[in-house]
Antibody, heavy 115, light 110 residues
Framework: QVQLVESGGGVVQPGRSLRLSCAASGFLLTDYSLHWVRQAPGKGLEWVAGLSKDAENEYYADSVRGRLTISRDRSKNTLYLQMNSLRLGDTALYYC????????WGQGTTVTVSS | QSVLTQPPSASGTPGQRVTISCSGSRSNIGGNAVNWYQHLPGTAPKLLIYNNYQRPSGVPDRFSASKSGTSASLAISGLQSEDEADYYCATWDDRLNGRVFGGGTKLTVL
């Protein structure tokens, strides 16, 4: 069964770090581009970061560039989002998604940045 | 402020046909394929349309989409109560070098 499962969310203070994980099953991450998308409370979907299929190219929204890093571990078939220098505005439900068309999504993991 | 502009809300009665617009520019919709997603908050978004008008398997043919120039639209015919959700358009933006979503349209079935 093709599935993505996010984990790693939690409550963190501004300026601290957090790493989100997205475990894939039923397919190989190396066969697709991969993405993180978030939804802040009461807001719409916002694309955050993308990783090309060959992992050679990373793409970021202006709002997170320099603070968030997307990566994957081929051996664990898992996608990551390293989140540094977190801000109040990063509070959101974070989804991972497969491929540029985003045909498969996880259920999301919640990140709350609060002092 | 989203790069892609959608109406914040739309509504219709069961059986009706509704359309949702998505307006962009040459750097995004004008040169790239548009996808549409259905989303119930707190659940995983669902891909409805990819490559401007193509439906993934399992998506009813009540859902259709088109693109012209720098605008795209999603049409839902034979509206059903379970269609009540948020709908988003998305595409690549050459200037931003990243994916962009519309602000979303909340569809209410009256």
């Amino acid at each position: 069964q093709v599935q993505l499962v996010e984990s790693g969310g939690g409550v963190v203070q501004p300026g601290r770090s957090l790493r989100l994980s997205c475990a894939a099953s039923g397919f190989l991450l190396t066969d697709y581009s991969l993405h993180w998308v978030r939804q802040a409370p009461g807001k719409g979907l916002e694309w955050v970061a993308g990783l090309s299929k060959d992992a050679e190219n990373e793409y970021y929204a202006d709002s997170v560039r320099g603070r968030l890093t997307i990566s994957r571990d081929r051996s664990k078939n898992t996608l990551y989002l390293q989140m540094n220098s977190l801000r109040l505005g990063d509070t959101a439900l974070y989804y991972c998604a497969r491929d540029w068309v985003m045909d498969v999504w996880g259920q999301g993991t919640t990140v709350t940045v609060s002092s | 402020q989203s790069v892609l502009t959608q109406p914040p809300s739309a509504s219709g009665t069961p059986g009706q046909r509704v359309t949702i617009s998505c307006s962009g520019s040459r750097s995004n919709i004008g040169g790239n394929a548009v996808n549409w997603y259905q989303h119930l908050p707190g659940t995983a978004p669902k891909l409805l349309i990819y490559n401007n008008y193509q439906r993934p398997s399992g998506v009813p043919d009540r859902f259709s989409a088109s693109k012209s120039g720098t605008s795209a639209s999603l049409a839902i015919s034979g509206l059903q109560s379970e269609d009540e959700a948020d709908y988003y358009c998305a595409t690549w933006d050459d200037r931003l070098n990243g994916r962009v979503f519309g602000g979303g349209t909340k569809l209410t079935v009256l």
